[in-house]
Every structure is written in C-alpha cells, then in structure tokens.
C-alpha cells in the first residue's frame, strides 16, 4: 500500500471506474480461458486441444462460458460508455484520457531517461502515456472483439442482411480479426499491464488501488507529479479564496 | 365379438351365420373364375402395366366393407382354387397354401401387389434419360433392369420376343432362379407374364402352345420355363409379415423349382416331399402343431416388419453398394431403438400422401441417384426434417446455431453427420479380368473385380461367404462429397470397366451376356492358346490382380471378346465391340468417346449410392469440433484425394482434390484477400505492439537495474 497513510490519500478511481474495472478481470479473464479451447479447434487433428475441449466438458460448454463472457463484456463497454456520457467523473477522465503531444515527449524523455541520456523522468499528469495506451488498447479491443464477436455469434443474420458476395468475406475478416486481436489483446493484458502494476520496480507485488481508489499523496507525487501540483494550487487557491 | 361367445343369443348367431353364408357364396363364385377354365381366367387376368393380379373373391372395387376386426381373426388357410385347407380334419391337406387366396380373402390382394418391392419395375415406364443409356434394359426395376449390381456386366432379362435362342441370357423363369427370387417377394413378374397372363394358367392352356422345358416360341417369359409344374410365386405376404419367417427353407424349395410350395415351408406350415426339379410332384404334409382345433391357422402376425426381416434382403447389396453396418454401434438411430418403417413408413402409416392409404404397400423410399424405379414416389420416406425440426418421437431438434446459413443451403444433413462410413463398399467393380480370389460362387462372379474405397482389391463374395453382414470388417473411411439436386451429399460413386456393344443408330450401349465373358476367360485359362491376347492383360501397380489399363491390354480384351463373340455365334451385327471404362467408351487402346454423364457420377454406366444410413451422433458430426473441423488445411473435406479414373497407364489411380470435384477453387479462408490481409493485418500488429511494450519493459527495468546498482556502488 506504500509507505504513507491512507487517511492523506487521494481518491484515483471513483467507485464506478473501480466496478468497471471490476467487471473487466472477471469477463476478460473467463473470456482467455474458454478462448485457449476455442482457438484450438483450429487445429483439430491434434491430440491437445480435444483433450482441453474434454477437460471444458465439451465444445457447447466452452462456447456458453466464452459467449456469457462476451455478454458481460458488452455489458461492461456499455457501462463505460454511458459513464463517460453522463457522470462528471468519467466525462473528465475520458478527456484526460485523450493522447496529447506531452504524451509523446513523455515517451520520448521516459525512454532516454532509460537509456541514461536523461537524468530525470518525465513528470506526468493524471495518466501517463502508458495508462492512456493501456485505456485506448483496452477500447479498441473492445471494440474489435464486441463487433466481431456479434457478427460471428449472429452469423446467420449478419449474412441475411449482406449482399451474398460479401458474406464469406465479411464472416472471414470478423474471424481473423477476432482471433488475432484476441492473441494481442491477451499478450499485451498478462506481459504488459500486469508487468506495470505488480512486476514494475517498486510495484510489486501491486496495490489494492483497484480494490479502494486510493493512491497516498507520495504516490501521487512520485507518479503523477503535475497532478499532485494541480491539486496543491487548487486547494491553496481554495484557502485564499476562502 | 359379445354376440358370438354368447350361444344363447339367437340374433348373434343369425347375423354370424349370415356374414358366413355371404362369404361362402362370394367364395363360391371367386373359385368358379379363378380355378377351372384357363380361357376364363384370361379373360381376369389384367392387361398390361399396373393392372397385374386378379382380383380375388370378396375383395376389390366389388368387396362388401368388412367391419372393422383390428386383428386378423381366426382363418383357415386355402389353396390356389380357394379351397380350404383343414390339415386337422383332414380336408384338402396335400396341397400347398395360396397367400393371395387365404390373405386377399380380406385384404386387397391387387393393390397390395402393385407396391414396387412385388412389382419391381415390371411394366414401368423407362424414364428416358435410363433408356437413352442403357439398350438392354426393358424396365426400370430389378426386373429387367440393372439387376441388384453396381455396375455392368451382369445377366439381363430376355425381351418378349427373341429371333434367336444365343441371344436369350435371362427369361422371367430364370429371374427365379438365378437367387433374383430369394428375395422377391413374389407377385408381380412371379406371377404373371409380360401380356398379364397368369404363367402357370397359361401355359397348362393347350390354345397358347406352350410346353414345359420347351423353347416355346422364344418367349422370354416361357423359353424353356416349367410354371406349369412349378406354379407361379404369389406375393408372399408372411415372408414379412412372419418375423419368424424362415427364408433359407424357402428359398431351398425355390432351387428345387418348388415355387408355389416355398410359401407353405417358409412359413412354417409344413413340409414338402418331392422336386419339381427332379420330375416329381411334391405334396405337403402340415405341421399340425401350427392349427388350432377347429383347422385355423395360429400365426404370430407383425403388422409392420421388423428389422431384421428387411435386412435380410438389404444388408448384402447395403454393404456391397453403401459399406453399409446397420448396426446400433455405427448408427444413432438403430441405437436409439428406431426401427426401419419407423422412417420408411408405408400404408396408413405413411408421411406422404403419396403413397398413404390403407394396405397401400409402397414403402416410403428416398432418392437413389442410380436407383430408377417408380422415380414419381422419390422422399417419400420420413425425411431427417420431419424429426429433426419438429422434435417428433422426442427427436433432438437440431438448431445449428452459430452455422453460417450457406452451409444448410448447400450441404445436405448427411455431408456432415455421416462424416465416416465403418464399412468398406465397392468402390470399383471391373467386369474384364477373371477374379481368382478363393471362395466366389457361382463361377460367373469370378468376372468381377472390386476394389474397395482405398483401392484396394476386395474379394466381397469371399468375404459373403466366410461372415456374415454382422462380422464386417470395419474399415472406416470417409466419403465421397458430389453436388446432387443443388445439395452436397456423401456418396459412393462406383467406377466401372468393362466390355460394351456400340449399336448403330442408338445413343446408348449394350453389353455381351456375363456368362459368355466368364467363358471367355475360362476357356482362355484351361488353354492359353485359346484367346492368347488376354494373356498380354498384366498387373501393372503390383496388388497381385491384373487390369485392363495399357493401350495394348485394352486391344487384347476388346480383340478377345470380338473373337468370342464371333466363335459362339452372338449376332454382333450392326454392333461395334468397346471397352468402357467410366465415361470412356474405348474403341481401340488408343481411340475413345467420352461418354455423357451427370458430375455426381463417375460413370453413366456405374452405379452412385447416396449414404443415408449409419448416421453419426451430432457430437461426432463435421462442425461439433469447430470450423476447422472442414476449413482447415489438415481437414480433408476439401482437401481429401478422389479417384477419378481408377486406373492410369500405370495401373494407378487418377485422383483429384476433393474441393475441385465440388468447384470450390480452394479453401475459401486462405484465398479471399479480405481474409488474408486481415490475418496479416493483426499478426503484424501484434508482433509490433508487442515488441515495443516488451522493450519499453525490458529498458525501464534495466533503467532501474543500473540506477540502483550504482547507488549501491556509492553508497
């Protein structure tokens, strides 16, 4: 949790980011695993993938667990949506979210910081550019798996509607596309962002951020300096003001 | 039933001895116009196609309407005059039964009888394009048609009228005998002629001049025929209708030319002394266990047949044409305790108002490409829908979700649920080398090769003789998929060669009679010196089995059989010798006409087997693993090789690739660019992505690696 108190700390993620969020590792999570027997239908002449299939309890099964997944998922994005819509929290989050042209000075100071041609790290703001890669990757995964998901699932009705010339294609691509997102999708989600919040020096092993919302005040000054002044100035303003 | 066990009620038994003296009366006068004077029984006799059978007494457009009895009651069985027979009092007991007299006494015999299974094509129409193909066959049936063989060559019944005793191969008589009657069930042409007469009345008229063992005017129903002895075969209707019906004594009484006598020992009845064969006159001694005391017959009945009684005349020419199990292990239907007329339902039980109605005995059929008889009553039979859609007799209603609905446009249900066949069918049924695998009889079958759908050589009739249908081997492989009526079907397409007849001025082919091929080749063996050209036909891919493939080994068998031919006095005039090998009618090792066909066929002249049966579970159906299952470059549903050719110049198969048969250019995943550049698209990205995330990591941590590392140095 770091070493300051949680009583001087500062809220990071309101509570309807935290039940996204939350939904996020269920869905997800069901979504890779019943995914691993569905992609290996691909090669079914191998002796594994039936046996993984077996273990599921049978192909329908596999399918009804990543489908019931896929739902929440949609129900998750939808949630989202409507939260960036309508809540303050979540509108001034998704334009802070916003890629700006700090956000590649940032990357391009971060990565001679690590190379030791700088001396100092990039000072971020509430998001850094790496936060913001793992929020947009997070939307456009959603995205392309929602979109292909439905048209895969609803094939038969995706294809009434088509001119019948497309129809291959259009089911070809939404499968290509859904296989192969996902394989990203789930490399960047295990190596990357789970490198960020537990493996990163001095992370690990994580923090309950995702559990409470909060960060202490170091915390927010050593990660998110430019944030942490902000809020030093508002709150001095505040006084004078007061 | 009330009035007749009460004896004390006077009116009970006015109106029973009423209804017998109506019926004795009818039966009076059904007697006076069957028995007795052939003349009049001409008069009765139907003319001409559909119309065959006389109608019995009581029975007919003229039947009184019997009340309903819901079982057959008590009856006396009765001879071929209408007689009745009474083994327990003595009366009329050296003769053998009539099932169109004791059955036909309430039911109707005539329409009955007008079912294909009696008929078998005889007096159908041909339907052009079969006649357009086939010059030797009179109906569309086994009757005078392609007989119960895959492809040529193979015996043919003799037309109506013949110029030439040579030129007789098969007359109606011998349709009996050459095994075709072990499982007709007689009526039809077992009864009557190609005029409509009854053969055993007609030949006993001395107007008609007919003898028996006589040429009899080269009639191909009575050439050297002896229905005057043997009688005719009526429409056996316990031969079904009796589960504990015994085929193989029947069937013995067939061969010893006991013909009316088979029904009486097949059911049970009795036994028979005497053989037509041997000159005799043979006279039933009945079994009286099967009568009860007042001289009826006691029968154990089953109205629809069970299983078993249509597999014994099914399940050899299913194994041979389809690989086909019937077994409960390699079908989900016969697992789940369905019954054949469960599907093929028939009379009052039938799907199709077709062929519904009360004692209508057309059996619901399906729709074999090659199989040509009463084509009009095609799915008739309770199709996969009828079940599978709306859940009938709780069937599993299939939902096919998530399939992309071209697949239920263009793949028929068995494509994917019939993904494997357990047994191995003919694949190749060659009619030009002589077969010396051990155990084929009768001889004549030694003219036929089969290779099996690896292509390998198959001694079927060996294999019939040392097991039975329920020992087959199981040799899984999957089928052939063709377009057939605008759906992909699996099927066995049977690829053929062997020894045709071009006829001037006729579109089609004929063929030389079986036996005169057989000879051919015997005569060839006994002495090499006779036919010395069949020795050049050598076994060129080396199974051990000669073929007809190479340019000079084509001459020879055509040189061979134009000599044959010639030698034994077969009118060859107007008709060219070929060798036909699928759709190529070679006229010499070097020059052939292709010969037309459909795509789902690999020969005009062979047979296509659709693969309805041994249905697979729909867990192991095409599609329950996934996508892949097809669409994959390891699955050989497009992938898989088809023989094409069975023989090439070097005695090896011409195949071709599953997906070119169906004209699917290739795999459609791997050729649409859409697809492909989408793949490519992400696998891209990915590798990318992934790189930068990973080196973004793998600095960071070295960063921080060094930063401490040389704060551990200062400090």
């Known amino acids: 949790m770091g070493k300051g108190s949680l009583d001087a700390a500062v809220l990071r993620f309101p509570l309807?980011?935290?039940?996204?969020?939350?939904?996020?590792?269920?869905?997800?999570?069901?979504?890779?695993?019943?995914?691993?027997?569905?992609?290996?239908?691909?090669?079914?002449?191998?002796?594994?993938?039936?046996?993984?299939?077996?273990?599921?309890?049978?192909?329908?099964?596999?399918?009804?667990?990543?489908?019931?997944?896929?739902?929440?998922?949609?129900?998750?994005?939808?949630?989202?949506?409507?939260?960036?819509?309508?809540?303050?929290?979540?509108?001034?989050?998704?334009?802070?979210?916003?890629?700006?042209?700090?956000?590649?000075?940032?990357?391009?100071?971060?990565?001679?910081?690590?190379?030791?041609?700088?001396?100092?790290?990039?000072?971020f703001g509430r998001f850094a550019y790496f936060e913001k890669f793992d929020y947009w990757a997070m939307f456009w995964g959603c995205v392309i798996m929602i979109g292909t998901g439905i048209i895969m699932l609803y094939s038969q009705t995706v294809a009434a509607v088509l001119p019948p010339t497309w129809t291959n294609a259009v089911l070809g691509v939404a499968r290509e596309a859904h296989y192969h997102e996902a394989i990203l999708a789930a490399l960047a989600l295990f190596i990357w962002h789970v490198f960020n919040v537990h493996f990163k020096p001095g992370k690990f092993p994580g923090s309950l951020v995702w559990w409470h919302g909060r960060i202490t005040r170091e915390e927010q000054e050593k990660e998110h300096p430019l944030e942490h002044e902000e809020m030093v100035s508002v709150s001095a303003l505040n006084k004078e003001i007061l | 039933m009330k009035l007749m066990s009460n004896p004390d009620n006077g009116w009970g038994w006015f109106v029973v001895s009423l209804i017998f003296a109506s019926t004795f009366l009818l039966l009076a006068l059904g007697s006076a116009t069957i028995g007795g004077d052939p003349a009049k029984a001409q008069v009765n006799a139907p003319q001409g196609p559909g119309a065959e059978g006389v109608a019995p007494p009581g029975v007919g457009s003229t039947s009184k309407p019997q009340p309903p009895t819901g079982v057959c009651p008590p009856f006396k069985l009765r001879d071929e005059q209408g007689n009745v027979i009474d083994p327990v009092h003595g009366i009329n007991d050296?003769?053998?039964?009539?099932?169109?007299?004791?059955?036909?006494?309430?039911?109707?015999?005539?329409?009955?009888?007008?079912?294909?299974?009696?008929?078998?094509?005889?007096?159908?129409?041909?339907?052009?394009?079969?006649?357009?193909?086939?010059?030797?066959?009179?109906?569309?049936?086994?009757?005078?048609?392609?007989?119960?063989?895959?492809?040529?060559?193979?015996?043919?019944?003799?037309?109506?009228?013949?110029?030439?005793?040579?030129?007789?191969?098969?007359?109606?008589?011998?349709?009996?005998?050459?095994?075709?009657?072990?499982?007709?069930?007689?009526?039809?042409?077992?009864?009557?002629?190609?005029?409509?007469?009854?053969?055993?009345?007609?030949?006993?008229?001395?107007?008609?001049?007919?003898?028996?063992?006589?040429?009899?005017?080269?009639?191909?129903?009575?050439?050297?025929?002896?229905?005057?002895?043997?009688?005719?075969?009526?429409?056996?209707?316990?031969?079904?209708?009796?589960?504990?019906?015994?085929?193989?004594?029947?069937?013995?009484?067939?061969?010893?030319?006991?013909?009316?006598?088979?029904?009486?020992?097949?059911?049970?009845?009795?036994?028979?002394?005497?053989?037509?064969?041997?000159?005799?006159?043979?006279?039933?001694?009945?079994?009286?266990?099967?009568?009860?005391?007042?001289?009826?017959?006691?029968?154990?009945?089953?109205?629809?047949?069970?299983?078993?009684?249509?597999?014994?005349?099914?399940?050899?020419?299913?194994?041979?044409?389809?690989?086909?199990?019937?077994?409960?292990?390699?079908?989900?239907?016969?697992?789940?305790?369905?019954?054949?007329?469960?599907?093929?339902?028939?009379?009052?039980?039938?799907?199709?108002?077709?062929?519904?109605?009360?004692?209508?005995?057309?059996?619901?059929?399906?729709?074999?490409?090659?199989?040509?008889?009463?084509?009009?009553?095609?799915?008739?039979?309770?199709?996969?829908?009828?079940?599978?859609?709306?859940?009938?007799?709780?069937?599993?209603?299939?939902?096919?979700?998530?399939?992309?609905?071209?697949?239920?446009?263009?793949?028929?249900?068995?494509?994917?649920?019939?993904?494997?066949?357990?047994?191995?069918?003919?694949?190749?049924?060659?009619?030009?080398?002589?077969?010396?695998?051990?155990?084929?009889?009768?001889?004549?079958?030694?003219?036929?090769?089969?290779?099996?759908?690896?292509?390998?050589?198959?001694?079927?009739?060996?294999?019939?003789?040392?097991?039975?249908?329920?020992?087959?081997?199981t040799d899984p492989y999957r089928p052939v998929l063709t377009w057939y009526k605008g759906k992909i079907y699996p099927v066995n397409r049977v690829h053929s060669a062997w020894p045709g007849l071009v006829e001037e001025g006729k579109p089609g082919l004929n063929q030389p009679f079986m036996k005169d091929i057989f000879l051919m080749w015997q005569k060839h063996r006994q002495d090499p010196a006779q036919y010395p050209e069949l020795a050049k036909i050598k076994d060129d891919n080396g199974d051990g089995v000669p073929e007809v493939n190479r340019p000079e080994e084509i001459d020879a068998f055509i040189q061979s059989v134009k000599a044959y031919l010639t030698d034994t006095g077969f009118d060859l005039a107007g008709k060219t010798v070929v060798w036909v090998m699928d759709d190529r009618a070679y006229i010499s090792g070097t020059e052939w006409r292709p010969l037309p066909k459909h795509d789902f066929e690999a020969s005009p002249y062979a047979s296509v087997y659709k693969y309805s049966h041994d249905v697979a579970p729909a867990r192991a159906a095409l599609g329950a693993k996934g996508c892949a299952d097809c669409h994959s470059k390891e699955a050989p549903w497009f992938t898989a090789r088809i023989v094409i050719y069975p023989f090439g110049e070097d005695g090896k198969p011409v195949t071709m690739k599953q997906a070119d048969h169906l004209r699917y250019q290739t795999v459609p995943s791997e050729a649409e660019p859409w697809i492909y550049w989408t793949r490519i698209f992400f696998i891209w990205l990915t590798v990318v992505v992934m790189l930068g995330l990973i080196g973004h990591m793998l600095l960071e941590a070295w960063r921080y690696y060094r930063k401490n590392s040389k704060g551990e140095k200062s400090g």
């Open chain 2, 94 to 473: 050296k003769v053998p039964y009539s099932p169109k007299q004791t059955c036909g006494a309430c039911h109707n015999y005539q329409l009955i009888t007008e079912g294909f299974h009696f008929a078998q094509g005889k007096g159908e129409a041909l339907p052009p394009e079969y006649a357009a193909r086939y010059n030797w066959v009179l109906f569309p049936g086994n009757y005078g048609g392609n007989w119960c063989s895959p492809a040529p060559l193979y015996r043919q019944l003799a037309p109506k009228k013949n110029s030439s005793a040579r030129m007789i191969d098969m007359t109606s008589f011998d349709f009996v005998t050459a095994t075709c009657g072990d499982c007709h069930p007689g009526g039809g042409p077992l009864e009557y002629d190609r005029d409509g007469f009854r053969y055993d009345v007609r030949m006993r008229d001395p107007a008609a001049g007919l003898t028996p063992g006589g040429e009899n005017h080269l009639d191909g129903d009575y050439f050297k025929a002896r229905w005057s002895e043997t009688g005719v075969i009526e429409a056996d209707c316990l031969l079904c209708h009796l589960p504990e019906y015994d085929y193989k004594k029947r069937n013995e009484q067939l061969a010893d030319l006991n013909f009316k006598w088979a029904a009486t020992v097949g059911a049970g009845f009795g036994h028979v002394k005497g053989r037509v064969a041997a000159g005799e006159r043979p006279e039933v001694t009945y079994n009286l266990d099967r009568f009860d005391a007042d001289g009826n017959i006691k029968l154990h009945l089953a109205p629809e047949p069970r299983n078993e009684t249509c597999l014994h005349c099914h399940a050899k020419p299913g194994w041979k044409k389809r690989g086909a199990a019937f077994s409960p292990r390699t079908d989900v239907h016969l697992k789940a305790g369905l019954r054949c007329v469960d599907c093929h339902a028939a009379g009052s039980k039938a799907v199709d108002p077709r062929i519904r109605g009360k004692e209508v005995h057309q059996i619901g059929k399906g729709d074999d490409p090659s199989g040509w008889v009463r084509n009009d009553l095609d799915n008739t039979m309770r199709q996969c829908a009828d079940c599978h859609v709306t859940g009938y007799l709780n069937a599993p209603v299939a939902k096919h979700e998530g399939l992309p609905p071209v697949h239920l446009e263009k793949l028929s249900c068995q494509a994917c649920h019939i993904p494997w066949r357990p047994v191995k069918s003919a694949q190749v049924q060659v009619s030009d080398v002589f077969n010396t695998g051990p155990l084929i009889t009768p001889p004549p079958k030694r003219i036929w090769t089969f290779y099996d759908p690896f292509m390998k050589y198959w001694n079927h009739y060996g294999e019939l003789a040392r097991f039975t249908t329920r020992d087959q081997p």
């Open chain 1, 16 to 123: 309807h980011f935290r039940i996204q969020h939350f939904l996020l590792i269920i869905s997800v999570t069901l979504l890779v695993l019943s995914a691993i027997p569905l992609w290996a239908t691909r090669y079914p002449f191998s002796g594994w993938p039936a046996g993984v299939i077996d273990q599921f309890g049978g192909l329908e099964a596999v399918r009804a667990v990543h489908r019931r997944a896929g739902f929440l998922l949609i129900f998750t994005f939808a949630y989202h949506l409507l939260y960036v819509l309508i809540h303050p929290d979540g509108r001034r989050d998704f334009l802070l979210m916003l890629p700006t042209k700090k956000d590649f000075a940032d990357l391009f100071q971060n990565l001679s910081y690590f190379l030791g041609k700088s001396q100092k790290p990039p000072r």
